[in-house]
């Protein structure tokens, strides 16, 4: 019986330290790690998201760069800093990718973090080069079954997201195709404008220019509807794949048991802050939608991610060493 007192006296101790923790945050700055270079998509996200939140909280935000090892090095400096709400984590889509793809990784991405909130998703749309004979995904479709390993595709490094997305794709479809990893999407869509690979699943921002030159043609998008901005363009879904989806995303979590009133207080923040029009605009000129979430909300989107791209991660045997 002493030992039990003496174990709820412990837990209530726990509970009353994390309750003055929360009433008192934030009392300095927030640390926001982003786990790519500056200056790409995810840096102006979390720019834009952290210019606001420090403005709402009364504390900076700062945005501490921590690129590396297919986003593995920022994860793993969040997962093991102290979960008292500063320290955070942008998280990408290969925040789940990589739990399945690295062998050996530092942390895992279930246990060791606790969703805050969704902050933006981002379609890609598959492209191929102005010479390539398909004038729609049906013909593209067509001409890969025709030709079994003939075509190759490019994609930001082996394990991202559109190398992911290609695969599951290739597997739903019964597709050959050859995989050329880039460090990073900038120079596998040089490549691709070049005629060096055949197609890419890409962000439209990243080849808008290309195809309005008329170098890149657009034949879908992986979205689960069009894009406003090409209403042309029809779906994977529409092209007769039904159970195809593939979304960039950004989200935002923290260590995990981090106290659930800092993780709300944050939540609703930043919830705040994406349905202004300003963010929404700003957000929007970067090709990605603004999408809240509740920790909830934003937890059962992570394990449908987790059950879409395990399955996708194995088939393909993507491992990254």
Not at 85 to 102: D, E, K, R, S
Not at 160 to 167: G, N, R
Not at 196 to 207: G, H, N
């Amino acid at each position: 019986m002493k030992t039990i007192r003496l174990l709820a006296a412990a837990a209530a101790l726990a509970c009353l330290g994390q309750l003055a923790l929360a009433q008192s945050w934030p009392a300095k700055p927030i640390h926001f790690i982003v786990p790519f270079a500056p200056g790409g998509q995810s840096d102006i996200v979390a720019r834009t998201i952290a210019e606001k939140l420090a403005g709402r909280l009364g504390q900076p935000v700062v945005v501490e760069n921590k690129a590396g090892a297919a986003t593995t090095i920022g994860a793993d400096y969040v997962a093991k800093s102290p979960a008292d709400g500063y320290t955070i984590l942008l998280a990408p889509a290969p925040f789940v990718i990589t739990q399945y793809a690295y062998p050996k990784l530092p942390y895992d991405s279930r246990r060791d973090f606790t969703p805050v909130t969704l902050l933006v998703t981002n379609p890609m749309v598959v492209t191929v080069n102005a010479s390539v004979p398909a004038k729609n995904f049906a013909e593209f479709v067509a001409l890969m079954k025709a030709q079994p390993g003939k075509l190759n595709y490019g994609s930001p490094g082996n394990g991202s997201l559109p190398h992911v997305a290609t695969e599951m794709f290739k597997q739903r479809a019964g597709l050959d195709a050859v995989h050329i990893p880039y460090k990073g999407g900038g120079p596998a869509v040089i490549d691709l404008v070049g005629g060096q690979i055949s197609f890419m699943f890409a962000s439209p921002l990243e080849v808008m220019q290309h195809v309005k030159s008329g170098k890149l043609r657009v034949l879908a998008a992986t979205s689960p509807g069009r894009l406003s901005y090409w209403p042309e363009v029809p779906t994977v879904i529409e092209s007769g794949y039904p159970d195809y989806e593939a979304l960039a995303w950004f989200g935002v979590v923290a260590p995990a048991a981090t106290p659930r009133d800092i993780v709300a207080r944050l939540a609703t923040e930043i919830g705040a802050i994406l349905a202004t029009p300003e963010v929404k605009e700003r957000l929007a000129a970067q090709g990605a939608e603004a999408a809240t979430a509740t920790p909830e909300e934003f937890g059962r989107f992570l394990d449908r991610e987790h059950a879409r791209w395990s399955v996708a991660v194995k088939a393909a045997n993507v491992k990254i060493e």
